[in-house]
């Protein structure tokens, strides 16, 4: 009885040790905190490029993107929001991906141990090294050793390091969907730092004139054509002009476009006093403006044929006219500009598409090429 007695006191004694069993604990509810928001701008790398985001390991990417924030941010008008960076281990090693919006845009494969150099259009000689294409604007590139830095610039080429290569790329995906970062909010934020220096113009704007809605689609077609929307005192003072006249957006901004035409030519072609443009052959404009009146969509609805002659003869133009050194400008209606703005915004990124109205008075206009329905 005594060994009985022995054993029901240690076995009360490990009981008593022994952690008392619980029940699992319910799974707590899910609230709005478990739904993560989307990032605006992301920056994700594989695991060989971490050293490039890590200050610990000497990497300077960061300080350079948000020197590329800053720089964008005071060009373009608007605070541009935060580029969120993140390792990702899905990645290949040596890849780094952009998104917007949580939606990639672009996944390039770069080398930390080489320098990237560039052809600009005119080298003389060739390199060794990997082939490849330069993110930002898609030109003819070659990673290179570093000690061929010197050879490769005697031959006309751009050297850029690696961390350049992604701040120009971010820099370029950023300038390319400016319109897509501008929101209500943002556009919020510009009239009330506009308020503290005129308090009566943005109270007369906004709702008393137009909507918010309205005030931020203008300016997202503003950004979309690559015009800054910097200067909103004269944005706001045109929209509470015109504003009484038309709620529609377009009509909009094509009156701020006029009333920033001298801002728009400078930043195409600088101080020249004049301007090289290309115009369209008056039976083309004609039949273009006939199509789009008669259209219900707002689509000129060409055959194909005339719409590939057009795009290949104002392609040929505006390389022409780029090979001189000049920016290429398309002159036509104010009534077609938007839709020909439309029409090449893909295929000749690079032609600023302009209406009579918008070039300053004292701007010579110089005609040097004419497209026509047969190119």
Do not use: C
């Not at 610039?153 to 970062?181: C, F, K, N």
């Not at 301007?275 to 006939?290: A, F, H, K, M, Y």
């Not at 689509?299 to 590939?308: C, D, H, Q, T, V």
């Not at 104010?334 to 701007?363: C, K, M, Q």
């Amino acid at each position: 009885t005594v060994h009985k007695k022995h054993m029901l006191a240690e076995t009360r004694a490990s009981e008593a040790e022994s952690p008392v069993q619980t029940l699992p604990e319910e799974p707590k509810e899910l609230s709005w905190d478990d739904v993560a928001p989307v990032d605006m701008i992301g920056l994700e790398v594989g695991y060989r490029l971490i050293p490039l985001v890590d200050k610990t390991q000497g990497g300077e990417l960061m300080s350079r993107i948000k020197g590329v924030r800053k720089k964008l941010s005071q060009e373009l008008g608007f605070l541009i929001p935060s580029v969120h960076i993140r390792d990702n281990l899905d990645l290949a090693p040596n890849v780094y991906r952009l998104t917007l919006m949580g939606v990639n845009i672009g996944e390039v494969e770069i080398h930390t141990d080489r320098e990237l150099a560039i052809n600009p259009g005119q080298v003389f000689g060739e390199l060794q090294g990997i082939a490849t294409k330069d993110p930002a604007f898609g030109l003819d590139a070659i990673w290179v050793e570093a000690v061929q830095k010197d050879q490769a610039q005697t031959m006309g080429y751009t050297v850029v390091d690696p961390g350049t290569v992604v701040a120009t790329h971010l820099s370029q995906i950023i300038q390319t969907h400016a319109h897509e970062l501008l929101g209500h909010e943002e556009v919020q934020q510009m009239l009330d730092t506009l308020k503290k220096s005129a308090p009566k113009l943005v109270e007369d704007l906004v709702p008393e004139t137009i909507s918010l809605g309205t005030v931020v689609k203008v300016l997202q077609n503003l950004l979309q054509e690559n015009i800054p929307v910097r200067d909103m005192r004269t944005i706001a003072e045109t929209l509470i002009e015109h504003g009484r006249i038309s709620q529609e957006a377009g009509a909009l901004t094509a009156s701020v476009r006029i009333a920033l035409g001298r801002s728009i030519v400078q930043k195409i072609s600088g101080l020249d006093s004049e301007l090289s443009v290309i115009t369209l052959d008056p039976d083309l404009e004609r039949l273009l403006q006939q199509s789009l009146q008669a259209s219900e969509d707002g689509s000129a609805g060409l055959e194909p044929g005339l719409a590939e002659r057009m795009i290949k003869a104002l392609q040929a133009s505006t390389q022409k006219l780029e090979m001189e050194g000049k920016s290429a400008v398309l002159l036509v209606s104010g009534f077609l500009r938007p839709w020909l703005a439309h029409f090449v915004r893909h295929s000749i990124s690079t032609l600023n598409v302009l209406s009579y109205n918008e070039i300053p008075e004292d701007r010579q206009v110089r005609v040097v090429g004419s497209v026509g329905q047969n190119g």
